[in-house]
């Protein structure tokens, strides 16, 4: 069992630039991929991106690619997702995930545990 809290989030203007955490208690951090995801009112949830449990391998949505950067820190167990050149339509509550598949994964099915959810806002 894996348990994650995201935090970080809050309300930006367009162009601004938040960094949301995520931390994780229970089985070995280190040994899974992480993911974030993001889901708008009426919308599904989407990729974001993922990064490996090395942190060597890194995806990200194209929709963010230049913008957002996920990285690791594997001694405090915990996840980031560096985000800059907010624009309004990055507006959605981030959900961060783990899973221990081998090769890491853009879909959402792939993933076995999920935090809460941490709400971003761009104002514009």
């Known amino acids: 069992q894996v348990q994650l809290v995201e935090s970080g989030g809050g309300l930006v203007q367009t162009g601004g630039s938040l960094r949301l955490s995520c931390a994780a208690s229970?089985?070995?951090?280190?040994?899974?991929?992480m993911g974030w995801f993001r889901q708008a009112p009426g919308k599904e949830r989407e990729f974001v991106a993922c990064?490996?449990?090395?942190?060597?391998?890194?995806r990200s949505a194209d929709s963010v690619k230049g913008r957002f950067t996920i990285s690791r820190d594997n001694a405090k167990n915990e996840v980031y997702l560096q985000m800059s050149s907010l624009k309004p339509e990055d507006t959605a509550l981030y959900y961060c995930?783990?899973?221990?598949?081998?090769?890491?994964?853009?879909?959402?099915?792939?993933?076995?545990?999920w935090g809460q959810g941490t709400q971003v806002t761009v104002s514009s």
């Open positions: 990064v490996s449990p090395s942190g060597s391998v890194r």
């Open positions: 229970g089985r070995s951090f280190s040994s899974q991929v």
């Open positions: 995930a783990a899973t221990s598949k081998l090769i890491p994964p853009t879909a959402r099915e792939q993933y076995d545990y």
